[in-house]
């Protein structure tokens, strides 16, 4: 079984640029997550989707950050416009149901600004 | 946002000895996870534990869940090479609620 693919797996762009991160889950799984994990830390959870309803979307930043999920498989999150301090990795993680324990995580994205 | 205080911040141990590593919360939360995470990749389940006191063991890996739900450690029993990498611990009040990790312990072996 395939897992979590994502991608790219690196972008360097210059700051005010926009960039786009996508994410495939794994089949069946309704649950999506993005996290943003900047460097010496754990990963933190930016937005939570059942299905193609964003249900915890508490600390994404809006002003810049948004996401979709419009047929409840695929996800894309977005930046724009890239700030420096954007610099981080971008990890989706999907699951069957909300219980951590069946949470899978892809490899991530990697996002360079200059 | 919260995050977990997880200890020590890094490891340098010989290949074959024992390790151990926890992490502490000022709230209590009702499953505590163990995660690893190598270079370039996601963070991979080590172990998952959903009740106080419980002691759950994955090969040479043991994890307890703090009778006072605000604690976990994980130990890592004669430790080889292939355990380099990031441990980061995790809790999660309900299935409702977001993870919430630690910084991570990162373990090297030397051989």
């Known amino acids: 079984e395939a897992g979590v693919v994502q991608s790219p797996r690196y972008k360097i762009i210059e700051k005010k640029q926009p960039v786009a991160f996508w994410c495939n889950p794994i089949?069946?799984?309704?649950?999506l997550y993005w996290y943003l994990q900047n460097l010496g830390q754990g990963p933190e959870l930016l937005i939570r989707?059942?299905?193609?309803?964003?249900?915890?979307d508490s600390q994404l930043p809006k002003d810049r950050f948004s996401a979709e999920r419009l047929k409840g498989v695929d996800s894309t999150l977005k930046i724009q416009p890239a700030e420096l301090g954007d610099s981080a990795v971008y990890l989706c993680?999907?699951?069957?149901?909300?219980?951590?324990?069946?949470?899978?995580f892809g490899p991530g994205t990697r996002l360079t600004v200059l | 946002g919260q995050q977990l205080n997880q200890s020590p911040q890094s490891m340098f141990i010989q290949e074959g000895e024992d390790v151990s590593m926890n992490c502490t919360s000022s709230s209590i939360f009702n499953t505590w996870l163990w995660y690893k995470q190598d270079p370039g990749e996601g963070p991979v389940l080590l172990i998952a534990l959903y009740k106080a006191g419980e002691l759950t063991s994955n090969g040479r890996l043991t994890a307890q869940f703090g009778i006072t739900r605000k604690d976990s450690f994980l130990n890592i029993s004669a430790s080889i090479p292939s355990d380099v990498g990031i441990y980061f611990c995790a809790g999660q009040l309900s299935g409702n609620t977001p993870l919430v990790f630690g910084k991570g312990t990162r373990l090297s072996v030397i051989a």
């Open positions: 993680a999907s699951s069957s149901n909300r219980g951590a324990d069946t949470q899978y």
């Open positions: 989707y059942e299905n193609e309803e964003a249900v915890d």
């Open positions: 089949s069946g799984h309704n649950t």
